[in-house]
């Protein structure tokens, strides 16, 4: 069965922090990972797609990450204002066709 | 700025009493989807649309159904509301389906059922 499992559930960091956060798979075949900011009380905010396994894209102080088997968001020197979770979701080759199938998200918490 | 609106934000409705819930995109999409979000919980796809071809998953209950009378407008229809379908509901759009482009997703409706 395909599935994606995020850790940890949530994480608190002070500003200035660095730390990665993690995203597990197990598909079938990989068409895309989905990295998403979500804030409370509003819809996911599309931030990185990856492909391939060794693919890195970038977007101020985040940076995602991936290998065959899971994917990193590293977060390089947070602020207060990145607080939120975050959703991986994977799309998987041949399955439902559109369909994301996500992760329960990592809660961040930064305090300044 | 090309988006994917939702309406209302908020929506209260009565155990068993009939709900619609709306959802345009500026995106020119060719796909919309629908998506319940619990508390702490991961988005779970309902359904989707790829022009007015209707997808349904397969564990999404008879109580939920959806209308694309446009390539700009959804609309998710709950019939009989129980207290379990009170959540979060995403509309998101992509170009296609299948072909690795990103979901965008719209601010969603809260639903409460009293």
């Known amino acids: 069965e395909d599935q994606v499992t995020q850790s940890p559930e949530a994480l608190r960091l002070q500003e200035g922090e660095s730390s990665s956060l993690n995203c597990s798979y197990t598909v079938s075949g990989l068409r895309g990972l989905f990295w998403y900011r979500q804030d409370p009380g509003k819809g996911p905010e599309f931030l990185f797609t990856l492909y391939s396994a060794g693919e890195e894209k970038e977007k101020e102080r985040l940076k995602a990450t991936l290998t065959k088997k899971e994917s990193f968001l590293h977060i390089t020197a947070p602020k207060p204002e990145d607080s939120a979770t975050y959703l991986c979701?994977?799309?998987?080759?041949?399955?439902?066709?559109?369909?994301?199938?996500f992760g329960k998200g990592t809660k961040l918490s930064v305090k300044p | 700025d090309a988006m994917v609106i939702q309406n209302p934000r908020y929506q209260v409705t009565q155990f068993g009493k009939p709900v619609t819930l709306s959802c345009s995109q500026t995106l020119n999409h060719n796909v919309m989807y629908w998506y319940q979000q619990k508390s702490s919980q991961a988005p779970k796809l309902l359904f989707h649309y790829y022009d007015k071809d209707f997808n349904n998953e397969a564990d999404t209950p008879d109580n939920f159904q959806s209308r694309r009378p446009n390539t700009s407008f959804c609309f998710l229809d709950i019939r009989s509301p129980g207290l379990g379908d009170a959540a979060m509901y995403l509309c998101?759009?992509?170009?296609?389906?299948?072909?690795?482009?990103?979901?965008?997703f719209g601010p969603g409706t809260r639903l409460t059922v009293l």
């Open positions: 998101a759009t992509s170009r296609v389906t299948g072909g690795g482009d990103e979901q965008f």
């Open positions: 979701a994977v799309q998987v080759k041949g399955g439902s066709q559109g369909n994301l199938i």
